[in-house]
C-alpha cells in the first residue's frame, strides 16, 4: 500500500489491485454475477421463446437481469473487509476517497465483465435487433457507471449488518429505480430503431444521474466509512 503521501490516484488504484488479486484467488464475486446472469438469462429465454417479444419487454428483461445480477456481487467488495478484519488496517493505509474510488473501480470491472459475457448472450437468446448497437453500447455504460456509482456507497453501508445480501437488495432498489426507469426507457427506443435525438433526453438524464451519484458518493462515504 502506497505511504501518505502517495497521490490519490496511486492509493486508489492499490485498493484496485489489492480486491483484484483476493477476487482472481476466490473468483466469489464475479463467479455469483456471472452464474446469475447467465442462469437468468438461459431459463427467462427458454421459457418466453426467442421470437416475438417487443422492443419494451426487450429493455425491461435485459435491465432486470443486469439489476439482480449487480445484487448479487457488488456488496462483496466491503463484506470481504468486514469478514477478514482488514477494515482497521485499510483504514489506517488510505484515505476514504481513494477506498471508494479503488472499490468504485473494482466493482465497475465486475459489472463490465459480466457486461461483456451476458450482452452477446442476450442478442443470441432473444430476437434484440442489432442495427442501433452502438447506440445501446452508449446506454450500457452510463447504465453501468450508475449502477455502480450507487451500489458501492450502498455496500459501505450494509457491510456490519447481520443479514448483509437482502438489506443490500431493499437499499439499491429505491436508489436505483430512476436509474433503471430511465435504462428501459432509452433501450426500448433503442430496440425501437429510433434515432439518436429520440434517445437525447434519457441520456442527458443518466450522464446527470452519473455524475450526481458518484460526486454524492464520494462525498458521503468518508461519514459512513468513519462510523
Known sequence: MP????????????V???????????????????????????????????????????????????????MSGLAQAFIREEEAQTVLALKLTADPDAIYIGKLLFNFTLLGIMTVIVTPLFF?????????????????ILGIIGLCGATTLVAAIISKASVKGALFSVLSFPVLMPLLISLVSASEKVFDGLPLGNIAAELQFLLAYAVIMVTASIMLFKFVWQE
Open 3 to 14: 505511504n501518505k503521501s502517495a497521490g490519490l490516484a496511486a492509493k486508489a488504484f492499490a
Open 16 to 70: 484496485y489491485a489489492k480486491d483484484m488479486r483476493l477476487e482472481l484467488r476466490s473468483r466469489y464475486a464475479l463467479n455469483a454475477i456471472l452464474m446469475f446472469g447467465i442462469t437468468t438469462l438461459a431459463v427467462v429465454s427458454f421459457s418466453l421463446g426467442q421470437f416475438g417479444l417487443s422492443p419494451k419487454f426487450l429493455a425491461a428483461l435485459f435491465w432486470i437481469i443486469m439489476f439482480f445480477s449487480a
Open 124 to 140: 443470441i437468446f432473444t430476437d434484440a435487433p442489432t442495427a442501433n448497437l452502438f447506440r445501446f453500447i452508449l446506454v450500457l
